[in-house]
């Protein structure tokens, strides 16, 4: 069956280190998403891609970087983590505006 | 711009029903609902779309006001199985979803 995975599921870091979150899919869809989520804010866009080579920066997108080099994965890289990263982190993906996102289990990002 | 949910929480007891609004300010191409369970990924539940059509659960019902950018999430006759957090989410025909800060909802037998 087609799915969506993260990994790592749990990750504990320190301030200054470089992390990348890993995101595959096996649909085949275009549009990846990546999102974090935090008590009291729901879930917020960090960046977004349309297919391979296009990347888009989200609503809280300082701090992290994506690529997109083939359909499958869109890894989400935090450049120096920071304490305010500390959250969970959503990849999703989608056919198109009228088709549901389907959403990775996460990953829970603690840095130290 | 994220969307405004109300309420923030609700408790039902089995069988009751609640509605929780999503309103924008924003003209809007679709609106999405996603129910979480805690500790895990949302789920998808409905869609949404401008000009009236509807695409997800057939036990789960809403309504979307182009004119006002609002739409409502109508549980009826709650199970114990609808409690999580629901989140709406808004799409302005690129694809891109702004999410609610989401409605707890705990239903008690």
Same mark, same amino acid.
Request: hydrophobic residues 30%; aromatic residues 10%; neutral net charge.
């Given at each position: 069956?087609?799915?969506?995975? *993260? ?20 649909? #085949?869809?275009? #549009?990846?998403?990546? !999102?974090? *989520?935090? %008590? ?7 960046? !977004?891609? !349309? $297919?391979? *080579?296009?990347?888009?920066? $989200? ?16 890894? %989400?890289? %935090? ?9 969970? !982190? ?10 549901? *996102? ?11 | ?28 191409? +679709? ?19 401008? =000009? ?23 549980? @009826?006759? +709650?199970?114990?199985?609808? +409690?999580? @957090?629901?989140?709406? =989410? @808004?799409?302005? =025909? ?7 800060? =989401? @409605? ?6």
């Amino acid at each position: 069956d087609a799915e969506i995975t *993260q990994s790592p599921r749990h990750k504990i870091t320190e301030t200054g280190r470089q992390v990348t979150l890993a995101c595959h899919q096996t649909w #085949n869809h275009n #549009n990846m998403f990546w !999102y974090r *989520q935090d %008590l009291g804010h729901g879930l917020r866009l960090i960046h !977004y891609s !349309y $297919g391979v *080579q296009d990347t888009n920066k $989200g609503e809280v997108s300082d701090g992290y970087s994506v690529s997109r080099s083939n359909t499958e994965d869109l890894p %989400l890289t %935090l450049e120096s983590a920071a304490s305010s990263q500390t959250s969970v !982190y959503f990849c999703a993906s989608s056919w198109d505006s009228v088709n549901e *996102q389907f959403f990775g289990p996460g990953t829970r990002l603690t840095v130290l | 711009q994220q969307p405004v949910q109300s309420p923030q929480a609700v408790i039902l007891r089995e069988g009751e029903d609640a509605v929780i609004n999503c309103s924008s300010s924003k003209a809007l191409y +679709s609106v999405h609902w996603y129910r979480q369970k805690h500790g895990e990924a949302p789920v998808f539940l409905m869609i949404l779309l401008k =000009g009236g059509e509807q695409k997800g659960h057939e036990k789960i019902s809403a309504s979307f006001n182009e004119k006002k950018q609002q739409s409502s999430l109508y549980l @009826t006759a +709650s199970q114990l199985s609808y +409690s999580g @957090t629901y989140f709406c =989410g @808004t799409e302005r =025909g690129d694809y891109k979803l702004s999410f609610g800060a =989401g @409605t707890t909802v705990t239903v008690r037998a």
